[in-house]
């Protein structure tokens, strides 16, 4: 296994999902994949941040998993960046520990695609509501990758989900063997788009 992959899962009501639970099940299986549940394993939010900053240290693709939540992630994700992300540690003068790594994220909406944009409903583009993320992990010198967006959850089909889960693993496996040059999805609106359009 040539790379190893973070995925920090967030979702406070998991137990009614119905596109994560589709989209996550396998990944705890996946050599090379640590996949970590957020709410599960911090239901006071009492983050260990020497823990987290062990896993990010040790990992080469971090991942932020989660439904889109008031245009940004559920909350816990606000606080594990905030106590996780340390001065002298991910940033500043002598804070090295995250560099040359790579950030991106997975998000679920329940609006449909077309609403994000300017003349649409929701007015702004996933980029555009995502630009506190990429200046984040450009402050940590972090190599941000677009995200993979499954858009539209009250509508989508199960068998639509189940394709953006067998594109989404298939995306981890290649690079975790090697196979994937992230740095080749940087300035795309999404990677799901260049990997297959037919999915979206
Ligand atoms: C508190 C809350 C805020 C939400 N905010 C948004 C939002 O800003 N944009 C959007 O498209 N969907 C929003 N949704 C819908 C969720 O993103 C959607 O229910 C989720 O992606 C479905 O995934 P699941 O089946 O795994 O729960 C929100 C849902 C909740 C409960």
Redesign the pocket.
Known sequence: MENKILILFA????E????????TKNLHKIEGITFHDLYEAYPDFDIDIKKEQQLLATHDLIVFH???????S?SIIKEYLDLVLEHGWAYGHEGHALEGKYLMHV??????EE??CAQGR?HYTIEQLLTPMEQTASMCNLNYIPPYM?????SIEQQKIEEHRKQLENFYLDFLNGNLNLKNFQGECDINTVLNPKTK
């Open positions: 979702h406070p009501a998991f009614k999902s119905r596109v994560n639970r589709t989209l989660h439904p889109f939540y008031w245009y940004s559920p998000i679920t909406t329940g609006a449909k609403t994000y929701n499954v858009y539209g959850s009250f």
